[in-house]
């Protein structure tokens, strides 16, 4: 009698499909239960994180690594690529000339965070540094705005620069020239002189752009070179202290030192911001980063690649915030507006009138919340532009007249409360204000009171009045005596108010404090 031959291992083991292997199995004898073994792998029907691939493949080419020389001192070795590497094995020293992590500290830096020492020994062909000669200072990133070369990065890159050299994402070098720069918004345009035609990038509406929308940051972190990374934005309209104009987005995109310059897209290709600033006590990405926003860029670098600078309109006023005492103090139904500190001599602000104590409450119509959209706003205005500007002055709103000026170079256009530091005072002779929590005296020259002491538990500590200070105004009256000060706050309690407005001064620098007067 014919008896199938039993398959050999060899032969199961060659069945392509896990059903036919089962199959023979189960011709042979072998027990089911041994085929359960090959029951199909997992797999989970999930929704599928998008895929950022489609948008970096469009925009890679349009994004470069800006090099900057200079005849200033060479990079320090704090400012190097500054990363270090802890690894296992044997030492730096201890690895061979053709080593791959050899040949990437000599590119990239040194394994303790400077650059190779020894590799450098080993180029003598490069010659000691002379006094007139460039040598590297910085690098950051940059992007393509136009196909025949204008780019973009940051002003903080190249400001110190004499040279300026642009790496593709291909890896070829191209000299670049200086536009122009514009200190203020950290803005900068470089030109590359080439017959090619540049791959390039649009801006975005980011008026459209929510907290939350997905981001991708691309760009060379660390003189890396082309290195992507993605996020979403995190917050708009962060005021992180660097101008009068701030007002950036808030991402959390891994961006690092080499960066800045560096555009941030939407998934739509467009350039919705510019890396410029990222908040670190590490120094490496924490996962806050800056971004200067896309209407914002597009206007300055459009001036820039007409003019070689910018042309901002000039108010001529210094100015601080309204807060609810300020507000309370005045008489303002909200604490919004711009409080003008004092005009510039000479200003437009001063020729029309603008007095120390007024509030800003609109232009042209458009309310004002706060200095930063006053100075934002001044600011787009082309010079020689007439405007109505709308005051809050004695408990009444006003409106003024004038022409804008132009911004001088070194002007600066909104002052925040300057941080003040203590003089010695010896006053001849002082008051109590037991109320307002100070001691005054008659000021040496004659000009307000000088404070002569202040109650570490009074309103007036809380709200930073520091002994040697003058107080030369109350509610916009200038005071020379305690008995000025007193006057001025019982005309303001009959009117029903529960806070005076105090002019401070030190340093040559002034503010004004809302202090309480209802106690008692």
């Known amino acids: 009698m014919f008896k199938p031959s039993r398959p050999s291992l060899k032969t199961v083991l060659k069945t392509s499909t896990v059903a036919g292997l089962a199959a023979v199995m189960l011709s042979t004898g072998i027990p089911a239960a041994i085929t359960h073994s090959f029951a199909a792998p997992v797999k989970v029907e999930a929704p599928q994180v998008p895929s950022f691939a489609d948008v970096v493949d469009a925009v890679s080419p349009a994004v470069v690594s800006v090099r900057v020389q200079s005849r200033a001192n060479p990079v320090s070795d704090d400012a190097s690529n500054g990363f270090s590497f802890d690894f296992g094995g044997p030492g730096f020293d201890e690895l061979p000339d053709d080593h791959p992590l050899k040949r990437f500290f000599r590119e990239f830096g040194g394994p303790n965070g400077g650059g190779d020492r020894h590799a450098e020994r080993d180029r003598p062909h490069l010659g000691k540094p002379g006094p007139g000669r460039l040598r590297p200072t910085s690098q950051g990133s940059g992007f393509f705005i136009t196909e025949d070369g204008y780019l973009v990065t940051n002003n903080h890159v190249v400001s110190d620069g004499s040279a300026f050299t642009v790496v593709l994402n291909d890896g070829t070098e191209l000299d670049a020239k200086l536009i122009g720069k514009d200190s203020r918004t950290d803005l900068a345009v470089l030109k590359v002189d080439d017959k090619r035609k540049f791959t390039y990038v649009n801006w975005a509406d980011d008026s459209k752009v929510r907290v939350g929308d997905w981001v991708v940051a691309v760009g060379n972190p660390f003189g890396l070179g082309g290195t992507v990374t993605s996020g979403i934005v995190s917050a708009r309209g962060r005021d992180i202290g660097s101008g009068p104009y701030d007002d950036y987005l808030q991402v959390d995109a891994a961006v690092n030192r080499g960066n800045s310059g560096g555009p941030t897209f939407n998934l739509s290709g467009e350039v919705v911001g510019i890396n410029t600033a990222i908040f670190s006590p590490s120094g490496g990405n924490v996962g806050i980063a800056f ?230």
């Open 291 to 520: 971004a200067i926003p896309a209407s914002v860029a597009k206007d300055v670098v459009a001036d820039l690649m007409k003019d070689g600078s910018v042309s901002r309109g000039w108010l001529g006023v210094q100015i601080q915030p309204v807060n609810k005492d300020i507000a309370d103090s005045l008489g303002l139904a909200e604490a919004s507006g711009a409080l003008v500190v004092e005009p510039q001599a000479g200003s437009p602000g001063e020729k029309a009138g603008i007095k120390k104590g007024d509030v800003v409450t609109a232009v042209n119509g458009d309310p004002i919340k706060g200095p930063r959209e006053l100075a934002r706003k001044i600011a787009t205005m082309r010079p020689g532009t007439t405007v109505d500007v709308a005051l809050w002055r004695d408990g009444k709103s006003i409106s003024v007249k004038l022409e804008i000026g132009t911004l001088p170079a070194d002007t600066q256009e909104a002052a925040a409360d300057p941080e003040q530091q203590q003089e010695d005072q010896a006053p001849a002779s002082e008051k109590a204000l037991a109320d307002l929590g100070v001691t005054v005296a008659p000021s040496d020259d004659g000009n307000g009171v000088t404070i002569a002491s202040v109650d570490p538990d009074s309103d007036a500590s809380d709200r930073g009045l520091k002994e040697g200070e003058k107080i030369v105004s109350v509610n916009n009256q200038e005071v020379k005596s305690a008995d000025d000060i007193l006057k001025v706050i019982e005309a303001a309690k009959k009117d029903g108010r529960s806070k005076a407005l105090f002019q401070i001064e030190a340093d040559n620098a002034s503010r004004f404090v809302a202090l309480p007067i209802d106690q008692g």
